[in-house]
C-alpha cells in the first residue's frame, strides 16, 4: 500500500514540480493551497506525512503546525517544513514547534525532496 | 760819614788838629769824670743834644739825666768798673733825651783813660744815629717789604752767585722744592734742586748768561727736583745781577711751575684727542648758532675741514625745515636743560645728512653753550624707511588676509552642515548658523558647553562609543567619520554624519577639534528604503527562480524523458543562468541584510580549520573547471575561536571562489591558516590577475569590479568582498590585501582569538 502525502504549497508550479515527483516516485499525493485546506485535508485524507510550506495565506505553515500537534489524532504525522529563506529563526521554530525535518526550496530540488521523505518514512 | 778819631793820653796838650776837631766835630765828644760828671764837652753838644756846653758842664744833666733809668744805671756801673779794670772800649745805641724833650738815637762810644795805670777819666764820643737809624728801618721796612712782595709772588725768585750759591730764594721756591722757608739759602742751586742729569748743563747756561754768551730775555724751561725727589717742570725767566761797577755777581731768576699746566696742558690735548676721535660728531654752539667746537667725526660727516666747519653757522648748516625750528629747540633745551633730536644737515657735496643729537646746555665762563653729541643715522633711516615699508606691505597682507579670512567666515558661518570649533576638552568655542537648523539648537546656546555631550545632541549611542570616539581623536589624534544617533533640542532623533577631525599646534598637542555634523536621516531612510526594495524584490525573485532550478532539475534528471545530448546542453545552460541568479539573489539579500544592519552574529566555538577544509572541498568542482591546482595547509595549533561559522564560511568561500575564477588556468591557488599572538590568520593566496593600485581601496565596495577582471571574467557579482568585509569588521578582524597587476593577489583575514561579539539581528546572511 503506497503512502499519502499532503503537499501542502500555494505556489502551483512547485506544487506542481513536487507532486509529479513524488507521484514518479510511488507515492499517493494530496494538494492543499493555504493553510486552512491543509488541515481540512489532513483530517479528511489522513496523510502519512506532510510537505509544509511555511508561506502560505490564510494560515501559515506554522500556524498550521501547531493545530497539527494540538490535535491527537495528527499529533503523530511527521511534518517536513518547506521555506524560501535560510533564517535561524525559522529553523528553531520548525524545530520546535514539533517538524521533524526541515528543507530550503533554494537550497534543494525535488528530486532531494523525495529522498527526504522517503527517508522520514522509513524512520517513523 | 764821619772821620772816627781815637785820642790818646795827648789830650792835655791839645795840638791844633784836635781842637779844630773838638770843636768842628759833628760827634759830640765829652770828657767824663769817674763820678759822671761832665769835664769837658764839645760845643757839638748844642745841636745833638741841645744843651749849650756851660748848661751841661760840671753836672752830671747830660748823660745821666739824658738816658733812661736802665740805661742810666748801667752807665753808672760801668764807670765804677773804669776805677777797677775796664779796658775795652764800649760802644752802646741807646735813646737819649734832648733838652726839648725829643729822644734820639745814639752810638756812644767810651774808653777810659788811664795814667799810669789809673783811670783818670772815660772820654765819649756820642754819635746821633737817629737818621741812620731812620733810614736803616726805613731801609729794612723796604727789605722786608721787598722780600714779602718776593714771598708772595707766585713765582719763583731765586738770585745765585756766580758760583751758583743761593743768595736769595722767595717763599714760593722753597714751597716748590719742598723746603721749610729759608733753609736753601746759601745752598748750591745745582747740587740741591736739580736732577742730576740736567746739572751740567744748567750751570753752562748760567755761566753763557753770565759772560754774555746767551741772550738774557729767552725763556727756557727746565726741571727741578724738589726734597721728596718730585720733578716739577719749570718755566724760568733770567736777569744778570750786577753790582755798582756794573760787574755781574749772579743772575736773577723767576720761574713759574708749569707742571700742573703742563700736565693740564697735556691733559686736554688728551681730551681733544679724545673728543676728536669719539665716534659721535661733537658740535659746541653759542645761542646765536655759531660754532666754537667741531670735533673731528662732525668734520667728517658733514665733509669739511674742522676749521672750514667752524666758519658755518649752524643755521645754514641745517636744512631750513629743521634750521627754522632751532629757536624752539634753544628754548626747550634752556628750559630742560637737555634735549633729544633729529634733524638734517647739509653735506658739502650738498646731499643731506639726517642726524640725531643729544644737547646740552652749558655754562662756560658766564657764556651759555650748547653742547651736541650725536651721530649719522641716515643707516638707521633707511632702516626706518625699510621698516614702514614692510610695515605697509604687512598690513596690506594683513588686510587681504583679513577679507580672505572673511570669505572663510562667511562659508563657514553659512554652510548647510552644522559646523563647530571646540577647545581641547571639547568645549565649543564657536557653532555655525546650521547648529539651529540641525541640532535645533541657537549657536550661542552651544557655545561653552561641551560638544556632543547628552546636554546638547549626545547621549543616544553606548558609553563605550562615546569612550572609544574620545580615546581615538584625542590620545591617538586621529580623525573620526562615522554615523551617529543624535538628538535635536525637541528631543527628536536623527542621524548625523559626524566627522571630526583634531587640530594640533607646531608641538603636535590637541588645540581644537573642528566638527562637522550632517543630518542624513533623510539619506538613511532613502537609503533604507532602497534596500529593503532589494530585499524584498530578492525575496520576490526566490520563489520564481527557485521553481526554475527546480524544473530544469527534474528535466536534467529524466523525469520527463531521457535527453537527447543537445537538450542535455541547452538545459545545462539554463541550470548556469538561474544558479547564477540564485547566487545573485543571495548576494543581494546579504548585502541588503548587512546595510540593514539585520544580519545576526551568532559565535558559537568553531574549528576554523574544519570549515576551511569544507569550503575547499565545496569548491572541488569549480577548480576543476577552472583547471586551478590548489593546496591548503593549517598551522598544527590552530585553537577554537568564537565566532559564528556561516559567516566564517562566507568569509572563506568569497575568497577561495574569487581566487579559482581570477585566475587563469593551471594558476595555483592557496589556503592556509595561520596562529599569531592574539590572532587567527586566513590568508588566500592565488598567481592570477592581480588586482591594480588604483583599485586596491576600492574592491571592498558595492558592485567595484576592476577593470582588468571585467575584461575577462564576466562572472561574479561584484558584491562579495563588500560581504566579506561587512562580515570581518563584525568579526572585530581585519582583512589586507597585497596584490600585483599580472602576478597574483593574497587575501589575509585575522580573526581575534578572542571572538566575535554576539550581535542580535533579524537574519543571518546567506551562505555563497
Not at chain 2, 745841636?47 to 744833666?61: K, W
Not at chain 2, 539554463?574 to 545576526?600: C, E, H, K, P, Y
Not at chain 2, 587567527?680 to 590577475?689: Q, R, T, V
Request: hydrophobic share 35%; proline share 3%.
Amino acid at each position: 500500500m503506497s503512502k499519502t502525502i499532503l503537499i501542502a504549497e500555494d505556489e502551483l508550479l512547485m506544487r506542481q514540480a513536487l507532486a509529479d515527483t513524488l507521484t514518479a516516485s510511488g507515492y499517493k499525493v494530496v494538494l492543499a493551497e493555504n493553510g486552512r485546506q491543509a488541515l481540512d485535508k489532513t483530517t479528511s485524507e489522513k496523510p502519512d506525512l506532510i510537505l509544509l510550506d511555511v508561506m502560505m495565506p490564510l494560515i501559515d505553515g506554522f500556524g498550521v503546525l501547531k493545530s497539527l500537534k494540538a490535535k491527537k489524532e495528527t499529533a503523530s504525522i511527521p511534518v517536513i517544513v518547506l521555506t524560501n529563506l535560510g533564517q535561524q529563526s525559522d529553523v528553531a521554530t520548525a524545530t520546535q514547534l514539533g517538524a521533524v525535518s526541515y528543507l530550503v526550496k533554494s537550497e534543494t530540488d525535488p528530486t532531494m525532496v523525495a529522498k527526504e521523505v522517503a527517508r522520514v518514512l522509513k524512520s517513523s | 760819614m764821619n772821620k772816627r778819631t781815637t785820642i790818646d793820653s795827648r789830650i792835655l796838650d791839645p795840638s791844633r788838629e784836635l781842637n779844630v776837631l773838638f770843636t768842628h766835630s759833628n760827634d759830640v765828644i765829652a770828657y767824663v769824670g769817674l763820678d759822671g760828671r761832665l769835664l769837658k764837652v764839645s760845643r757839638s753838644v748844642q745841636h745833638v743834644f741841645g744843651y749849650r756846653p756851660d748848661e751841661v758842664l760840671n753836672s752830671r744833666r747830660l748823660f745821666l739825666g739824658t738816658f733812661k733809668t736802665n740805661d742810666a744805671l748801667f752807665v753808672l756801673r760801668e764807670l765804677r768798673r773804669t776805677k777797677r779794670h775796664w779796658t775795652m772800649p764800649m760802644t752802646r745805641h741807646m735813646p737819649m733825651r734832648r733838652k726839648d724833650g725829643r729822644w734820639i738815637d745814639v752810638e756812644w762810644s767810651a774808653r777810659t783813660v788811664r795814667k799810669n795805670g789809673i783811670a783818670q777819666y772815660v772820654l765819649v764820643m756820642v754819635h746821633d744815629v737817629t737818621e741812620r737809624k731812620k733810614v736803616l728801618q726805613a731801609l729794612r721796612t723796604e727789605k722786608e717789604r721787598a722780600e714779602h712782595y718776593l714771598d708772595i709772588a707766585g713765582s719763583i725768585i731765586v738770585a745765585l752767585d756766580t758760583h751758583g750759591t743761593i743768595t736769595l730764594l722767595n717763599r714760593r721756591g722753597h714751597e716748590v722744592l719742598g723746603y721749610p722757608n729759608g733753609m736753601l739759602i746759601g745752598k748750591n742751586w745745582f747740587a740741591v734742586c736739580l736732577p742730576r742729569e740736567i746739572r751740567k748743563d744748567t750751570r753752562t747756561l748760567q755761566l753763557r748768561l753770565m759772560r754774555g754768551d746767551a741772550p738774557i730775555n729767552e725763556m727756557h724751561e727746565g726741571e727741578v727736583l724738589s726734597k721728596k725727589g718730585e720733578r716739577r717742570l719749570i718755566r724760568w725767566h733770567n736777569a744778570l745781577l750786577r753790582d755798582a761797577n756794573g760787574r755781574t755777581i749772579g743772575t736773577l731768576s723767576s720761574g713759574e711751575d708749569v707742571t700742573d699746566k703742563r700736565m693740564q696742558h697735556d691733559e686736554i690735548r688728551l681730551h681733544q684727542y679724545y673728543l676728536d676721535h669719539a665716534t659721535d660728531a661733537i658740535l659746541v654752539h653759542n645761542m646765536d648758532g655759531t660754532l666754537v667746537y667741531a670735533n673731528e667725526v662732525a668734520a667728517r660727516c658733514h665733509g669739511y675741514s674742522k676749521k672750514k666747519l667752524l666758519s658755518i653757522r649752524l643755521h645754514d648748516l641745517e636744512t631750513p625745515t629743521f634750521s627754522r625750528q632751532i629757536a624752539q629747540r634753544l628754548k626747550d633745551i634752556k628750559r630742560h636743560g637737555d634735549l633729544v633730536y633729529e634733524t638734517a644737515h647739509r653735506h658739502k657735496d650738498n646731499s643731506i645728512v639726517p642726524f640725531e643729537f643729544h644737547s646740552r646746555l652749558l655754562r662756560v665762563n658766564g657764556k651759555n653753550l650748547i653742547f651736541s653729541a650725536g651721530r649719522d643715522i641716515s643707516e638707521r633711516k633707511r632702516f626706518e624707511q625699510a621698516l614702514s615699508e614692510a610695515n605697509s606691505k604687512l598690513e596690506e597682507r594683513v588686510r587681504a588676509q583679513t577679507e580672505d579670512l572673511r570669505k572663510f567666515r562667511l562659508f563657514v558661518e553659512n554652510a548647510s552642515d552644522q559646523m563647530g570649533i571646540t577647545d581641547a576638552n571639547g568645549i565649543i568655542l564657536y557653532a555655525n548658523l546650521a547648529t539651529i537648523s540641525v541640532t535645533g539648537y541657537r549657536s550661542d546656546e552651544v557655545v561653552g558647553k561641551k560638544a556632543g555631550s547628552m546636554k546638547l545632541w549626545g547621549g543616544l549611542m553606548t558609553k563605550t562609543f562615546y569612550r572609544s570616539l574620545w580615546t581615538h581623536i584625542k590620545k591617538t589624534k586621529k580623525p573620526y567619520i562615522g554615523e551617529v544617533r543624535n538628538h535635536r533640542k525637541d528631543g527628536t532623533q536623527y542621524i548625523a554624519l559626524v566627522h571630526i577631525y583634531p587640530l594640533l599646534d607646531e608641538k603636535g598637542e590637541v588645540k581644537y577639534f573642528a566638527q562637522i555634523q550632517r543630518d542624513i536621516t533623510k539619506q538613511k531612510e532613502v537609503d533604507r528604503a532602497k534596500t529593503e526594495f532589494v530585499s524584498l524584490a530578492s525575496h520576490q525573485l526566490r520563489s520564481p527562480l527557485s521553481t526554475a532550478r527546480w524544473y530544469v532539475s527534474m528535466l536534467m534528471k529524466g523525469a520527463a524523458g531521457t535527453l537527447k545530448p543537445k537538450q542535455r546542453e541547452y538545459l545545462h545552460a539554463i541550470a548556469t543562468s538561474t544558479q547564477r541568479m540564485v547566487d545573485l539573489v543571495d548576494a543581494f539579500l546579504n548585502v541588503s541584510r548587512i546595510d540593514l544592519g539585520t544580519f545576526a552574529v551568532s559565535p558559537e566555538s568553531i574549528d576554523t580549520v574544519k570549515i576551511a577544509q569544507g569550503v575547499a572541498e565545496e569548491l572541488q568542482p569549480l577548480m576543476r573547471e577552472h583547471k586551478t591546482p590548489f593546496t591548503q595547509s593549517y598551522s598544527r595549533r590552530v585553537p577554537r575561536i568564537s565566532a559564528d561559522p556561516r559567516l566564517i564560511r562566507i568569509i572563506i568561500y568569497n575568497l577561495l571562489s574569487n581566487a579559482v575564477k581570477y585566475s587563469p588556468p593551471n594558476k595555483k591557488v592557496r589556503l592556509s591558516i595561520a596562529v599569531k599572538k592574539t590572532k587567527i590568520e586566513i590568508a588566500i593566496a592565488d598567481n592570477g590577475y592581480g588586482i591594480p593600485k588604483e583599485d586596491q581601496q576600492k574592491i571592498f565596495t558595492k558592485l567595484h569590479r576592476a577593470d582588468n577582471i571585467r575584461k575577462r571574467v564576466t562572472e561574479g557579482t561584484g558584491l562579495g568582498l563588500y560581504i566579506v568585509k561587512a562580515i570581518v569588521d563584525a568579526s572585530n578582524g581585519s582583512i589586507s590585501l597585497k596584490s600585483k597587476e599580472g602576478k597574483g593577489s593574497t587575501f589575509t583575514v585575522a580573526l581575534p582569538k578572542r571572538g566575535m561579539l554576539r550581535k542580535r539581528g533579524s537574519t543571518g546572511l546567506k551562505p555563497g
